[in-house]
């Protein structure tokens, strides 16, 4: 009998490679660092059975509707804004992606992304590497206080609540707004649901951490900075298509908050001259979020076995639903 054919838009480890080739047979796009290109895309997945991908990788309507053996598509991500599901569905394609285990890694990176704009950590390497450290100062490189300090956070799941959790080992005032209340988060974390508006005007810190929507796209605008406290930082490490990029810049430039730190950008990857990367008080990250050995190779194995699982007719771990 013949062997389910897997495409794998990405190189991956010999291990996870292995798996599948227990039971499929394997096509990969042999570059780790470059997405595959399209034509190459289209051309796999009109005869693949399963399609093992990466949040790179723009799986469309026109694509879905020329996959005539296609049964599942498996992102290794927990974001899947760059699958269009609903024509997946129509075709009776499953799709699933990888929840819960990169939070608390992409906690740890949040987290680590808010000390280093709080307290200037970039700013003060670049003062070593130019040579430009003299005599100590009373007020140099002085930044801003993490103890003590309100984090709002803008998105209460998995990866917002752990972020919640590193935030009480300061002291911190833990605020947030999600689509519902979260009673464990208000009880076991101490955090307090507030409207969006009590939230960006009281917060010291404000982080986004909600999925990429069509209900969120750009929902961090002018208007949103314009309400922030003069001294808040600003967080994203969810989307960069939930902040208004022109925005953030004129908001950063006039002063209007105080830093930001960046983990993801709109259009990425980004190049060097881009606009946000020219100001002294942006830290700015490649979305690395989940970037561990160990969260990556968990996320790998979790996007093999779904593929196995669809292929074998049984619903994924965690399949994405209308």
């Known amino acids: 009998m013949k062997k389910p054919y897997v495409y794998l838009t990405r190189q991956m480890p010999p291990a996870i490679v292995e798996k599948l080739e227990a039971e499929c047979e394997v096509g990969m796009w042999e570059k780790e660092e470059q997405p595959v290109p399209k034509e190459i895309l289209e051309k796999e997945i009109q005869t693949a059975d399963a399609v093992f991908c990466t949040i790179s990788d723009p799986i469309d309507k026109e694509l879905i509707n020329k996959a005539e053996n296609l049964k599942i598509i498996s992102t290794m991500a927990v974001g899947f804004n760059n699958i269009d599901v609903e024509a997946a569905s129509k075709r009776n394609i499953q799709v699933a992606h990888t929840p819960g285990v990169l939070s608390e890694t992409t906690a740890d990176l949040t987290f680590a992304l808010l000390m ?43 990866i917002g609540e752990a972020v919640a959790k590193r935030g009480t080992g ?73 902040v208004n990029e022109d925005a953030l810049y004129d908001a950063l430039k006039n002063g209007d908050i105080r830093g930001a730190g960046l983990d993801v950008f709109e259009n990425e990857p980004i190049s060097a ?29 979790m996007t093999a076995n779904h593929i196995l699982q669809g292929l074998r007719g049984e619903e994924p771990d965690h399949p994405v639903t209308l």
């Open 116 to 158: 280093a704009a709080a307290r200037r950590i970039p700013e003060g390497m670049e003062v070593i590497k130019n040579n430009e450290w003299g005599a100590w100062a009373p007020f140099f490189l002085t930044g801003q206080d993490i103890h003590h300090a309100r984090l709002g956070i803008i998105g209460m799941g998995r």
């Open 170 to 242: 300061f002291d911190m005032d833990i605020v947030y707004h999600n689509r519902s209340r979260k009673s464990e988060a208000e009880n076991e974390i101490g955090a307090r649901y507030v409207e969006m508006d009590e939230l960006l005007e009281t917060s010291d810190f404000v982080c986004v951490m909600t999925p990429y929507t069509k209900e969120t796209h750009h929902m961090i605008n002018r208007e949103a900075f314009q309400k922030m406290k003069n001294t808040a930082i600003f967080i994203n490490s969810s989307r960069g298509g939930t």
């Open 273 to 301: 001259d881009h606009p946000l990367l020219s100001l002294p008080n942006v830290t700015a990250l490649p979305h690395i979020g989940s970037a561990s050995e160990n969260t990556r190779w968990k996320m790998a194995d």
